[in-house]
Structures are given as C-alpha cells and as structure tokens.
C-alpha cells in the first residue's frame, strides 16, 4: 500500500496551532482548579464539583447554539476568533480574582468562549479541506489539541516541582498568570 502524503488548508493548520496553544493554557488550570478555588479562594467544597459540571455543560450546550448560528449566517471566522478571545481575556481576568465568586464567574465566561467557537471551527475545517482529506484534517488538529493537554499540565507540575518550596497558594497564582501566556 502506498503511503499518503497530507497536504493541508492554511485554515486547518492554523486551527490545529490555535487548539494547541489554548489547550497549553487551559491544561495548566485543570487539573489545579479544585485547589485554586478551595485553598487559594477559600470556596466552599461543594462548589468544585457543581462548577466543574457546571462549566462542561456550559461549554457543549453553548456550542449547538453558537454551530447553528453560524450556519445561519454562514460566518466561522467572526465566532471562532470571537470564542478564541474571550477565552484568551477571561484567563487574563482569573489573574484579577481576589475571592471564589469572581474566579468561577470568569472561568465560566472562559468555557463560553469554547462554546462559541468549536461547531463553527469544525465546520471551517471541513469546509477548508477537500473530502478526501476530512478524516486526516480533524485527526490533525485534535492531535495539536491532545498535545496542548499533554504540555499544559506538565509545565504547571513542572512549576510545582521547580517552586517545591515556595508556598503552594504563590504556585498557584503563578500557574494562573502562566497560563494566560499560550492563550
């Protein structure tokens, strides 16, 4: 069998980089966020798990409206740039939280910003990308998307083991501020 060379759109490579990058930010904060709101916000427990499902509903629900209206108007662009940035300015805000209220607020209008541009970045992409090349293209970009969530989390442990005596709560103020940086 012959092997196939993948030639791809600028779009698609473009998106591929864009979903690594966002996902390096994005990981760091994962798997920190029930430590950063219980031990650096003092927030209650039982908010981490309502959040966190919370904020993944937010995300999927928010996406079948943002798909459909991108249909209707036939725009990608404006909603995948729209939901890039919003993402990008509420990680810069998390750095501005001062209590647990504040924080899950921006991190809620982060996974907005998910919402908003992953149907419309899908469909750009097949819409880049000749038939034939579909299947390769979304394996492309979700391979860059798994790289980000591979690196994000190993920079914020790296972190964590370079800074093993500095104050966890200063480690995790830093994760946050890092992690604006990709985004």
């Known amino acids: 069998m012959k092997p196939t060379k993948f030639k791809f759109s600028r779009n698609t490579i473009v998106m591929a980089l864009t979903s690594m990058f966002n996902d390096i930010g994005s990981e760091m904060l994962i798997p920190y966020l029930p430590a950063i709101i219980v031990t650096l916000f003092h927030g209650p427990v039982i908010v ?13 629900a928010t996406s079948v409206y943002f ?8 725009k990608r662009k404006v909603f995948i740039v ?43 992409l097949a819409e880049s ?33 370079y ?6 709560t200063d480690i995790l103020k830093l994760i946050i501020l890092i992690a604006v940086i990709p985004s």
């Open 48 to 60: 981490v798990g309502i959040f966190l499902g919370f904020s993944q509903f937010l995300a999927k």
């Open 67 to 74: 798909g459909n209206m991108s249909d209707k108007k036939d």
């Open 82 to 124: 729209s939901g890039y940035s919003i993402s990008a300015i509420m990680k810069a805000m998390l750095t501005t939280a001062t209590v647990w209220i504040s924080f899950v607020g921006y991190y809620l209008i982060e996974r907005l910003g998910k919402g908003i541009r992953e149907s419309p970045r899908d469909a750009l």
């Open 129 to 161: 990308e000749p038939e034939k090349n579909r299947g390769a293209a979304f394996g492309f970009r979700k391979f860059f998307d798994n790289a980000g969530a591979i690196i994000g989390p190993l920079i914020a442990l790296g972190l964590f083991a």
């Open 163 to 168: 800074l093993s005596t500095t104050p966890t």
